[in-house]
């Protein structure tokens, strides 16, 4: 009603997420990474394109062009993945892409009825220009998998052990 969108809520509470973290004597603030399966990995793409306290981050299963989800996907998909005025602007991967070199690691499923496998490669072409133009090429990285839909172990290892990597032991 006054201009907000329910993405802007969500997101504006992961942010208020990462400012507890911070504010934990626990935790160190240069190593705080994100990561997210589907709605949780458009999350986590939201929170790396615009905190700047987000040192790394992982989205899974959660990535492709918008022109390949218009005709058939875009009804089974969550609204954040949508932000309102987005669109005139730039692509979903742009989006996730504004704060290359930022490390960044999307995990695809090859076989994901949610998203074409066109759309993915689209995406990953993608990011990988963004963080070319970026001046690090390495800092993003695609991993593609078979399977449907899915966060498995061997993708978990895979993750866990990048973020392991990018933010230290």
């Known amino acids: 009603l006054l201009g907000t969108t329910y993405a802007g809520i969500i997101h504006y509470e992961d942010r208020v997420a990462v400012n507890y973290l911070l504010s934990r004597k626990e935790v160190d603030s240069s190593r705080i990474g994100c990561i997210g399966l589907s709605g949780g990995g458009c999350r986590s793409g939201l929170l790396q394109a615009v905190c700047n306290n987000i040192k790394a981050a992982v989205v899974v299963g959660m990535m492709s062009s918008y022109a390949e989800l218009l005709d058939h996907n875009v009804q089974s998909h969550t609204f954040m993945l949508f932000p309102a005025g987005w669109p005139r602007f730039g692509d979903w991967p742009d989006l996730v892409a504004a704060r290359a070199p930022s490390p960044l690691l999307v995990q695809y499923d090859i076989d994901d009825t949610l998203f074409p496998l066109s759309g993915m490669k689209r995406a990953d ?27 498995d172990l061997e993708m978990q290892q895979n993750a866990f052990s990048w973020l392991k990597t990018q933010l230290g032991d």
């Open 125 to 151: 072409q993608c990011l990988q220009q963004h963080y070319s133009r970026a001046g690090s090429p390495t800092a993003y990285e695609g991993q593609f998998y078979q399977g449907p839909h899915k966060f």
